[in-house]
């Protein structure tokens, strides 16, 4: 499974929307999640979404910020993200393959799209 990723830049407050688009298999059966890492930090889980997108994961420092989906048809998991704040200032990764066993657990998940950098501007 091959995994891109678009980010981008915003400012304080503002809004974006990561989207990632599989292809080379369908994703319909995989925990799907997304993960960041900051300079000098270690990679961090952000938020998991079930095959169904019925059960959804969120770390505390996003709950109520971010909000994860996924469409099957189109083999795309997204995640919007609002009031977005400086210590949001990752590299994004959109990870597939997940066994839903750890889904907060980067080892749990098989592929890994390249990364995307997203920088929020004071």
């Known amino acids: 499974v091959q995994l891109r990723v678009w980010g981008g830049l915003v400012q304080v407050g503002g809004s974006l929307r990561l989207s990632c688009v599989a292809s080379?298999?369908?994703?319909?059966?995989?925990?799907m999640g997304w993960f960041r890492q900051a300079p000098g930090k270690d990679r961090e889980f952000v938020a998991a979404?079930?095959?169904?997108?019925?059960?959804?994961y969120y770390t505390d420092s996003v709950k109520g910020r971010f909000t994860i989906s996924r469409d099957n048809a189109k083999n795309t998991v997204s995640l919007q993200m609002n009031s977005l704040k400086p210590e949001d200032t990752a590299v994004y990764y959109c990870?597939?393959?997940?066994?839903?066993?750890?889904?907060?657990?980067?080892?749990?998940?098989?592929?890994w799209g390249q990364g995307t950098q997203v920088t929020v501007s004071s």
């Open positions: 979404i079930s095959p169904s997108g019925f059960s959804k």
């Open positions: 080379g298999r369908t994703i319909v059966a995989y925990f």
């Open positions: 990870a597939a393959g997940g066994s839903g066993r750890y889904p907060r657990i980067p080892n749990d998940y098989e592929y």
